[in-house]
């Protein structure tokens, strides 16, 4: 992604979730502020036809994969605050709403939005168009993840190393290179023991069937069109593997059968994830309980 210019697939998204509250009974993700984040016009438009934008057979399931992460992560997040956590970092935040809807009382959680520079300049004028004003307990930090640290950024910011700090890092991994992401986990991993992080990543494509390779082709061809071409992907296997040797003490991969089977059991529309994409969960601990360190 060229770091002068504001995310495409972070509008994407959003409208995805947008179109999971007014398509999809019962919800996955219920998420009052998804219409108003994505602007007026595009509000008006989607409610007029919320159908519109399933232009492929492959719409529904990234829908689905997009309301499945984000609930997993504020899942994660939950049971992270029971085991201390009083500090989220959302990585990649794009048009993320969740520090505009934070259900957890006043003084309970800092937030921290951290996106490529344009990314949050222009999110923020988002928030000012739609007359949102950012909550008290939410900080903005500026980090292009290929060249800052992130640990420079968030110190700057004002976050404190020294407290259990949930992460979340939805869509973003594949836009950057194997060495960014690395980099990224290698800091988390040192955050306090009951720290984590939630991130979704795309499967390598030598690992995936001819059938699956079709439709990852079709995909990337969409986002590279959009100037933001996936870079990173992962064998889950040696990404676990390389999680355990950078120190996190519980690791959990959720694939396509987990995910369906915690997010979409029995509904009668059909609704699931597909199979290009996985959940991962990682956590700073001894212990093999997410439930609590
Ligand atoms: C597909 S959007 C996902 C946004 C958000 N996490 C969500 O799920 O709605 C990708 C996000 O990654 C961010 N991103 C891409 N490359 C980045 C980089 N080098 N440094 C920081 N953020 C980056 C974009 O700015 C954008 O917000």
Redesign the pocket.
């Known amino acids: 992604?060229k770091g002068n210019r504001a995310?495409v697939?972070?509008q994407r998204?959003?409208m995805q979730r947008a179109a999971h509250q007014l398509l999809d009974d019962p919800k996955v993700f219920d998420d009052p502020v998804a219409l108003r984040i994505i602007g007026k016009e595009s509000a008006l438009v989607l409610q007029a036809d919320p159908h519109q934008y399933e232009t492929t057979p492959l719409a529904p399931y990234l829908r689905a994969f997009?309301a499945a992460r984000?609930r997993y992560a504020e899942d994660e997040l939950g049971l992270g605050i029971r085991r201390g956590v009083r500090q989220y970092v959302i990585l990649?935040?794009?048009?993320?709403t969740f520090a505009y809807r934070n259900p957890y009382p006043q003084g309970t959680l800092r937030v921290f939005e951290v996106?490529?520079p344009a990314?949050q300049t222009w999110k923020r004028a988002r928030l000012a168009e739609i007359g949102m004003t950012p909550p008290g307990g939410l900080t903005f930090a500026p980090?292009?993840?290929?060249t800052q640290t992130l640990e420079e950024g968030l110190r700057h910011a004002g976050c404190d190393p020294d407290k259990g700090t949930f992460f979340s890092w939805?869509?973003?991994t594949e836009?950057?290179t194997t060495e960014?992401v690395m980099t990224t986990l290698r800091f988390i991993a040192s955050a306090p023991r009951g720290s984590g992080i939630v991130f979704d990543y795309m499967i390598s494509p030598s690992l995936l069937t001819p059938a699956q390779r079709a439709r990852f082709d079709a995909l990337a061809r969409r986002v590279e069109s959009a100037g933001e071409p996936w870079k990173a992907f992962f064998d889950p296997g040696s990404l676990a593997s390389e999680l355990r040797a950078m120190g996190f003490g519980y690791v959990v991969d959720l694939g396509p059968e987990e995910i369906n089977a915690r997010y979409f059991k029995d509904r009668k529309d059909g609704l699931r994830v597909g199979s290009l994409s996985r959940l991962m969960n990682a956590q700073v601990s001894g212990s093999a309980t997410s439930q609590g360190v």
């Open positions: 992604m995310s697939t972070a998204v959003a997009v984000s990649g935040a794009g048009l993320d996106d490529q990314t980090v292009d993840f290929e939805l869509g973003v836009y950057l960014a």
